[in-house]
């Protein structure tokens, strides 16, 4: 279309690609200061009601084509090739989080165990704030999971408060798919190396925060891909941890206090 050589634009690719990479930090970045944090918490409590929350966690996966020896760990529960991706985001439809470095057949919660989150949210968040995620992460302190065993209304209202705030990051996931087809499995499984992938991958929300400025999606895109699915991983969360019983307690104390 643009007269430009495949060559030529890879070559170009990893240029652009770095180039945008050193400024990630200064466009998907996590709240720390106790402005930010607070603000967060309430914006957050304006959606459905859930308290201190700061952010909404959870993970999806990009296509890749492999044909070396580590497609078996690139291999993901649904039998094909992926980067699982980690992203957390804001209320306000901010990305504040993004790693892209895991295989596929990483579960969500090693995914998590692999990145700075964790250290994050013991230093600058510990019981002041938590993230949401589902019943596949571990159950912490600072990281709030769904009831599995309801036994009142109060935890029914806790789950169902809890969706609420979660649906953010899944709209976020269909939004980016959207706006990125290179990041949807409609558009294809992406034709460059592992490593490669995951610098479009990180690209692709910092180019996002052009929501920022309110650019639109175009009119003929949908929201949500075409036969687009998300690899939720809603299950018996891998590694819990020695903290899940301080986890559970805090958990609660949530529906008691606000449920």
Not at 65 to 80: G, P, S, W
Not at 121 to 134: F, K, N, S, T, V
Not at 214 to 227: T, Y
């Amino acid at each position: 279309m643009h007269g430009i050589s495949q060559p030529f634009f890879s070559r170009m690719l990893n240029q652009v690609l770095d180039a945008l990479l050193k400024h990630s930090s200064d466009y998907i970045s996590v709240p720390r200061t106790a402005k930010e944090i607070f603000d967060t918490k309430v914006s957050f409590h304006a959606l459905a009601g859930m308290p201190n929350c700061i952010s909404a966690l959870d993970c999806t996966h990009v296509e890749l084509l492999l044909l070396h020896a580590m497609e078996v760990v690139y291999r993901n529960r649904k039998l094909y090739h992926s980067i699982n991706v980690q992203m957390v985001r804001d209320s306000s439809k901010i990305i504040t989080h993004c790693c892209a470095r895991n295989p596929g057949s990483t579960h969500d919660s090693m995914a998590l165990r692999n990145t700075t989150l964790p250290r994050y949210m013991e230093q600058h968040a510990g019981r002041r704030a938590w993230l949401l995620g589902d019943g596949g992460y571990p159950l912490k302190p600072w990281l709030l999971t769904p009831v599995r065993n309801l036994q009142n209304r109060y935890g029914e209202d806790y789950n169902c408060a809890h969706t609420r705030t979660c649906v953010v990051i899944e709209q976020t996931f269909g939004l980016l798919k959207a706006r990125f087809r290179c990041l949807s499995k409609s558009g294809g499984a992406l034709l460059y190396g592992h490593e490669k992938v995951a610098k479009i991958i990180m690209a692709c929300p910092m180019l996002h925060m052009c929501f920022r400025r309110n650019v639109s999606l175009p009119p003929d895109i949908e929201q949500q891909p075409p036969g687009e699915d998300e690899d939720d991983e809603d299950g018996v969360a891998h590694h819990p941890g020695g903290d899940a019983q301080e986890g559970r307690a805090v958990r609660q104390s949530v529906i008691g206090q606000y449920f």
